[in-house]
């Protein structure tokens, strides 16, 4: 007889879930969009899709230096460069139309080759950025070294304007602050310098291509298997789907209230059912709409993103479980604290959005501060966002679901014995 | 049948319910009055089960309950003063709910159901949602909702309220139907002319004590005679005169 009543009430509330437009769009609709959105932001492209930097250069030196570096950063591929004038370079950025300026100064050219030998008196490059884009600007940073180096040091092996200043160096050498034996030693050098350069002709065709990157760099992402992209969807997924399912649950613990305000919770308690079934019932249909909430979301992400269960498939389906159980104990200790349906979903909004961006499903934790990844151990959206990306894209193994899914049950269970304790019976 | 004793329940510093007793008979129907907030439903809630009380206790056919699970509940049905109804869901859908919390299934479930909105006459409406129902049908659907186990005990909280007097009499109707069939009722409301027309006994309570219990005919007698000749002493000047004229709530 308890098991007809149990079902019955299984039944009813996935047919009230059902019924209710509302949540079903904020349990299918909203997870797999958002996500979606998240995914395509912050899954890395091909090498050629990738967005290029807009960059703008101002070339007042004019020199063959500083000609050499404009058309090295305009061929460069990580780039986008146009050249400018001063006024309008500061114009520019100040609007966000470039990320960064680059404005070389007369002299620029002649100063650089002086310092490249002698290490003084180096002259500045003036980079003027937009503070929105810092990562843009270290980045155009590092270009920038490769291509200087590579134009001054081929204008000093090999080009004119190199060889008049190897002459000129060599010439005020006596008048230089050094010791003797430095003197010497550069003097010796640069004599050495101004053979070579003779020696290939100083023709722009032979000249030799100075000083390059004496490396280049294979990169390899390590997921889960060696030829599978890292795929920036099963993160967002498993952010979403987690977030997601607490606010199905929430809303499961708001419909409980409704259901008490419109008087049928003493329909619940003037039939011959016990608290054990009426619990496990409530329990039973809110694990199964999150569980549905999560296999919808990820059989999406599946089929239209192609993310990939890498790891263990029964971890996977364990964390789901167990974060499913853990929210619809979330669900009731709502049902359990709350006064009001309005009431307790004001409060229980703000308390589900920090659980969820605690719990790294916006931005991954890793971005967190050292101490607040420390911190969020406690928080149990972390724990199966984490173990979603464990058996998605890094490809880990059934071990490495155990911790995040005795975890989950544990909160399950504290969410759970809570709810009991105050669950209210006769408040009727 | 089912007899409530010394029942009393306090919240904080109120004592809502304060000593009340009352027998109910197959085949009866005792009117339970009372101003608002007078404790009437709080002592229907005690009677159902809903509210374990601070003393006193109730014996249904000379048994007391002993659990949330005892089937003994079976024997009592409950029409709650609110509309106790998921709106989204059909009316048959929501007794199929409700019947289902007392065990019923399969045919034994079909029958009971086709035969409360058969009595209720919503049977052509079943199947659609309860929000599409007028107020009157929705009262006449929570009434088929308490009866749909067969309980032998009825206890109806106010169940008339908003209702047009075509679905009233269909509800009087019904009740003294019930009550032929050997039905305990017991009926609360602050409707005096319900209680005149329905009850068999009376039991006024006012601040949760019980100030009358009798026969309709016996709480005429306790009024002091007609000033003038030919006044009919009513059940509202009765009610009146026992608990004052002052407003509650
Ligand atoms: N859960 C509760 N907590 C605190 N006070 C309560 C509670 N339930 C009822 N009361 C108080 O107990 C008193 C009796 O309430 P009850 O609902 O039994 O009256 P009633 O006769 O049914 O009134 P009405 O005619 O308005 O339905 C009221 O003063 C009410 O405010
Ligand atoms: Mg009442």
Same mark, same amino acid.
Not at chain 1, 324 to 347: D, E, F, V, W
Not at chain 2, 158 to 177: C, H, K, M, W, Y
Not at chain 2, 225 to 247: I, K, Q, W, Y
């Given at each position: 007889?308890?098991?007809?009543?149990?079902?019955?009430?299984?039944?009813?509330?996935?047919?009230?879930?059902? #019924?209710?437009?509302?949540?079903?769009?904020?349990?299918?609709?909203?997870?797999?969009?958002?996500? #979606?959105?998240?995914?395509?932001?912050?899954?890395?492209?091909?090498?050629?899709?990738?967005?290029?930097?807009?960059?703008?250069?101002?070339?007042?030196?004019?020199?063959?230096?500083?000609?050499?570096?404009? #058309?090295?950063?305009?061929?460069?591929?990580?780039?986008?460069?146009?050249?400018?004038?001063?006024?309008?370079?500061?114009?520019?950025? !100040?609007?966000?139309?470039?990320?960064?300026?680059?404005?070389?100064?007369?002299?620029?050219?002649?100063?650089?080759?002086?310092?490249?030998?002698?290490?003084?008196?180096?002259?500045?490059?003036?980079?003027?950025?937009?503070?929105?884009?810092?990562?843009?600007?270290?980045?155009?940073?590092?270009?920038?070294?490769?291509?200087?180096?590579?134009?001054?040091?081929?204008?000093?092996?090999?080009?004119?304007?190199?060889?008049?200043?190897?002459?000129?160096?060599?010439?005020?050498?006596?008048?230089?602050?050094?010791?003797?034996?430095?003197?010497?030693?550069?003097?010796?050098?640069?004599?050495?310098?101004?053979?070579?350069?003779?020696?290939?002709?100083?023709?722009?065709?032979?000249?030799?291509?100075?000083?390059?990157?004496?490396?280049?760099?294979?990169?390899?992402?390590?997921?889960?298997?060696?030829?599978?992209?890292?795929?920036?969807?099963?993160?967002?997924?498993?952010?979403?789907?987690?977030?997601?399912?607490?606010?199905?649950?929430?809303?499961?613990?708001?419909?409980?209230?409704?259901? !008490?305000?419109?008087?049928?919770?003493?329909?619940? !308690?003037?039939?011959?059912?016990?608290?054990?079934?009426?619990?496990?019932?409530?329990?039973?249909?809110?694990?199964?709409?999150?569980?549905?909430?999560?296999?919808?979301?990820?059989?999406?992400?599946?089929?239209?993103?192609?993310?990939?269960?890498?790891?263990?498939?029964?971890?996977?389906?364990?964390?789901?479980?167990?974060?499913?159980?853990?929210?619809?104990?979330?669900?009731?200790?709502?049902?359990?604290?709350?006064?009001?349906?309005?009431?307790?979903?004001?409060?229980?909004?703000?308390?589900?959005?920090?659980?969820?961006?605690?719990?790294?499903?916006?931005?991954?934790?890793?971005?967190?501060?050292?101490?607040?990844?420390?911190?969020?151990?406690?928080?149990?959206?972390?724990?199966?966002?984490?173990?979603?990306?464990?058996?998605?894209?890094?490809?880990?193994?059934?071990?490495?679901?155990?911790?995040?899914?005795?975890?989950?049950?544990?909160?399950?269970?504290?969410?759970?014995?809570?709810?009991?304790?105050?669950?209210?019976?006769?408040?009727? | 049948?089912?007899?409530?004793?010394?029942?009393?329940?306090?919240?904080?510093?109120?004592?809502?319910?304060?000593?009340?007793?009352?027998?109910?008979?197959?085949?009866?129907?005792?009117?339970?009055?009372?101003?608002?907030?007078?404790?009437?439903?709080?002592?229907?809630?005690?009677?159902?089960?809903?509210?374990?009380?601070?003393?006193?206790?109730?014996?249904?056919?000379?048994?007391?309950?002993?659990?949330?699970?005892?089937?003994?509940?079976?024997?009592?049905?409950?029409?709650?003063?609110?509309?106790?109804?998921?709106?989204?869901?059909?009316?048959?859908?929501?007794?199929?709910?409700?019947?289902?919390?007392?065990?019923?299934?399969?045919?034994?479930?079909?029958?009971? &159901? @086709?035969?409360?909105?058969?009595?209720?006459?919503?049977?052509?409406?079943?199947?659609?949602?309860?929000?599409?129902?007028?107020?009157?049908?929705?009262?006449?659907?929570?009434?088929?909702?308490?009866?749909?186990?067969?309980?032998?005990?009825?206890?109806?909280?106010?169940?008339?309220?908003?209702?047009?007097?075509?679905?009233?009499?269909?509800?009087?109707?019904?009740?003294?139907?019930?009550?032929?069939?050997?039905?305990?009722?017991?009926?609360?409301?602050?409707? &005096?002319?319900?209680?005149?027309?329905?009850?068999?006994?009376?039991?006024?309570?006012?601040?949760?004590?019980?100030?009358?219990?009798?026969?309709?005919?016996?709480?005429?007698?306790?009024?002091?005679?007609?000033?003038?000749?030919?006044?009919?002493? @009513?059940?509202?000047?009765?009610?009146?005169?026992? @608990?004052?004229?002052?407003?509650?709530?």
């Amino acid at each position: 007889m308890e098991l007809i009543a149990l079902l019955a009430i299984i039944k009813k509330d996935l047919q009230l879930f059902f #019924s209710d437009r509302r949540a079903v769009v904020m349990a299918f609709v909203m997870p797999i969009t958002i996500a #979606s959105f998240f995914g395509l932001v912050f899954t890395p492209r091909s090498p050629d899709e990738v967005a290029k930097i807009s960059a703008v250069v101002v070339d007042e030196d004019n020199s063959a230096v500083s000609r050499q570096i404009l #058309s090295g950063l305009t061929t460069d591929k990580n780039l986008s460069i146009r050249a400018v004038t001063a006024e309008q370079a500061r114009d520019v950025v !100040r609007r966000g139309d470039a990320a960064v300026g680059i404005i070389i100064q007369r002299g620029f050219g002649d100063a650089a080759g002086r310092a490249f030998f002698r290490g003084t008196d180096k002259p500045e490059l003036d980079l003027l950025y937009d503070p929105s884009h810092n990562a843009e600007l270290a980045m155009v940073r590092g270009l920038l070294t490769q291509h200087v180096m590579e134009s001054v040091s081929r204008e000093m092996f090999g080009g004119q304007r190199g060889q008049q200043l190897i002459d000129e160096t060599l010439s005020q050498l006596d008048a230089a602050q050094m010791s003797g034996d430095q003197k010497q030693l550069l003097r010796e050098m640069l004599t050495s310098v101004r053979k070579f350069n003779a020696g290939t002709g100083g023709s722009a065709t032979a000249r030799p291509p100075g000083v390059t990157m004496p490396y280049s760099v294979r990169e390899e992402a390590v997921t889960a298997r060696g030829k599978t992209p890292y795929n920036g969807m099963a993160h967002a997924f498993a952010g979403m789907g987690v977030q997601f399912i607490l606010f199905a649950a929430l809303n499961f613990g708001v419909e409980k209230l409704l259901e !008490r305000q419109r008087g049928l919770f003493r329909r619940f !308690r003037s039939a011959p059912v016990s608290r054990l079934t009426l619990l496990a019932g409530q329990m039973a249909s809110s694990t199964a709409i999150g569980a549905m909430v999560l296999v919808a979301s990820f059989g999406f992400s599946m089929l239209i993103w192609r993310v990939r269960i890498e790891g263990s498939v029964a971890g996977f389906v364990a964390i789901s479980l167990a974060c499913a159980l853990m929210a619809a104990s979330y669900g009731l200790l709502i049902a359990s604290l709350g006064k009001t349906p309005n009431g307790a979903r004001a409060a229980a909004i703000p308390a589900t959005l920090l659980m969820v961006m605690l719990g790294g499903a916006w931005v991954p934790t890793f971005i967190f501060p050292a101490w607040l990844q420390r911190v969020t151990v406690v928080i149990p959206t972390r724990w199966a966002v984490d173990g979603f990306d464990a058996m998605t894209w890094r490809g880990l193994g059934f071990g490495d679901a155990l911790m995040p899914v005795l975890v989950l049950l544990g909160f399950a269970a504290a969410f759970l014995a809570l709810a009991v304790a105050r669950f209210r019976w006769e408040d009727v | 049948m089912l007899e409530a004793t010394h029942l009393r329940k306090a919240f904080g510093a109120l004592v809502a319910v304060d000593d009340v007793s009352l027998r109910l008979e197959a085949g009866q129907i005792v009117g339970l009055l009372g101003p608002n907030g007078a404790g009437k439903t709080t002592t229907v809630s005690i009677i159902a089960g809903l509210i374990t009380p601070d003393r006193g206790e109730v014996l249904i056919n000379g048994r007391a309950r002993t659990g949330d699970a005892d089937p003994l509940k079976r024997k009592v049905g409950l029409v709650p003063q609110d509309l106790a109804l998921y709106e989204e869901l059909s009316a048959r859908d929501n007794l199929r709910f409700f019947g289902a919390l007392y065990g019923l299934a399969g045919v034994e479930l079909n029958g009971a &159901m @086709t035969s409360a909105l058969h009595i209720v006459g919503l049977a052509e409406r079943a199947n659609d949602r309860v929000k599409t129902f007028s107020g009157g049908m929705k009262r006449r659907l929570n009434l088929a909702a308490g009866l749909l186990h067969d309980p032998d005990v009825l206890l109806l909280d106010e169940p008339t309220v908003g209702v047009d007097p075509q679905s009233r009499n269909a509800i009087f109707d019904n009740l003294e139907e019930l009550r032929r069939q050997g039905k305990a009722l017991l009926y609360t409301t602050h409707y &005096m002319e319900e209680v005149e027309r329905l009850a068999d006994r009376v039991v006024i309570i006012d601040n949760g004590k019980v100030i009358a219990n009798d026969t309709l005919a016996g709480l005429g007698r306790l009024l002091p005679a007609p000033a003038a000749p030919g006044e009919r002493v @009513t059940l509202e000047s009765v009610f009146l005169t026992l @608990t004052g004229r002052s407003l509650r709530d």
